[in-house]
C-alpha cells in the first residue's frame, strides 16, 4: 500500500486546480451558487451572482427576486430553492455583524465551525474546508472525490455512513498528513481533483493514472 506522503507528492506534480475563495462568505455562496452541478456551472452562477447582484450580503438581500431568479434558473432545477439559499447566507452573514471572516476569527474554533454549519449546505466537511481556505485553522479537509481516492488505495475502510467515512479520511490526514495549512490546501485540492478526473465513482482511468501501481483496485497490471 502506498504511503500518504507518497500519494500526496505525486498528485501535487501534476494536480493545481484553482482553490475556492478564500473570503468565508464568499465561499459560503460558492457552494450554494449550484449545489450538486459541476465547477463550470458552478462559476457561471457565480460569475453571474457577483456582476448582477454583488458579492455583499446587504446587496443580496436587498436584491429582488426577479434579478435573483433569472440568476439562479441557469442552475437548473430548483432555482426557487437556491435563491432562498442565497437569501439565507446574507441574513446569516448580516446577523453576524456583516463581516463573516470576522465573525469566525473571533469564535473559538468549535463555535466557529457550528457558526458555518448553521449556512445552507454547510455540514463538518464544508465548516472545515471553509475554516482551512479562509486560513482561520490548519484544519484537515477532505470531500466525496477525496475520501473515494484513499478508499481505494486502501488508506481508510468505507464506513457504514458517510460521516464515518469523512472521519476516517480527516484521521488519517491528522496523522500522516501536512499540518500547515498550506500544505492540507493542496492535499484537499490535489486529492479532489484526482477523484473528479481520473478516479471516479463509476468510470475510473486508471492506466493514465500516476497512482495505479500503489492502487489495489487498479485494473493495470504490471
Known amino acids: 500500500?502506498?504511503?500518504?506522503?507518497?500519494?500526496?507528492?505525486?498528485?501535487?506534480?501534476?494536480?493545481a486546480p484553482p482553490p475556492p475563495p478564500a473570503d468565508p462568505f464568499?465561499?459560503?455562496?460558492?457552494?450554494n451558487a449550484g449545489y450538486l452541478v459541476d465547477d463550470q456551472r458552478r462559476r457561471r452562477l457565480y460569475d453571474?451572482?457577483?456582476?448582477?447582484?454583488?458579492?455583499?450580503?446587504?446587496a443580496i438581500a436587498a436584491a429582488g427576486d426577479a434579478a435573483l431568479m433569472a440568476i439562479?434558473?441557469?442552475?437548473?432545477m430548483h432555482p426557487d430553492v437556491r435563491v432562498q439559499r442565497w437569501r439565507a447566507?446574507?441574513?446569516?452573514?448580516?446577523?453576524a455583524g456583516g463581516d463573516l471572516d470576522a465573525a469566525l476569527r473571533a469564535l473559538p474554533l468549535a463555535?466557529?465551525?457550528?457558526?458555518?454549519?448553521?449556512?445552507?449546505?454547510?455540514?463538518?466537511?464544508?465548516?472545515?474546508?471553509?475554516?482551512?481556505?479562509?486560513r482561520v485553522a490548519a484544519l484537515p479537509a477532505l470531500e466525496s472525490n477525496g475520501l473515494r481516492t484513499l478508499a481505494r488505495?486502501?488508506?481508510?475502510?468505507?464506513?457504514?455512513?458517510?460521516?464515518?467515512t469523512y472521519k476516517a479520511g480527516i484521521a488519517v490526514l491528522k496523522a500522516h498528513g501536512p499540518s500547515?495549512?498550506?500544505?492540507?490546501?493542496?492535499?484537499?485540492?490535489?486529492?479532489?481533483?484526482?477523484?473528479?478526473?481520473?478516479?471516479?465513482?463509476?468510470?475510473?482511468?486508471?492506466?493514465?493514472?500516476?497512482?495505479?501501481?500503489?492502487?489495489?483496485?487498479?485494473?493495470?497490471?504490471?
Request: net charge neutral; proline share 6%.
Open 1 to 15: 500500500m502506498m504511503a500518504l506522503a507518497e500519494v500526496l507528492d505525486r498528485l501535487g506534480r501534476i494536480c
Open 26 to 31: 464568499r465561499h459560503v455562496l460558492w457552494d
Open 48 to 58: 453571474r451572482l457577483a456582476a448582477e447582484i454583488g458579492l455583499d450580503p446587504a
Open 72 to 76: 439562479a434558473v441557469e442552475g437548473g
Open 89 to 95: 447566507v446574507a441574513a446569516l452573514v448580516i446577523e
Open 111 to 134: 463555535r466557529a465551525r457550528a457558526l458555518l454549519k448553521r449556512f445552507p449546505t454547510i455540514a463538518d466537511p464544508a465548516a472545515d474546508k471553509i475554516l482551512l481556505f479562509a
Open 153 to 164: 488505495l486502501g488508506l481508510i475502510m468505507e464506513g457504514k455512513s458517510y460521516d464515518q
Open 180 to 222: 500547515d495549512v498550506d500544505g492540507l490546501q493542496r492535499a484537499y485540492l490535489a486529492l479532489r481533483e484526482h477523484g473528479k478526473t481520473l478516479c471516479r465513482r463509476s468510470t475510473p482511468e486508471c492506466a493514465p493514472c500516476p497512482l495505479s501501481d500503489g492502487c489495489p483496485k487498479s485494473v493495470v497490471s504490471f
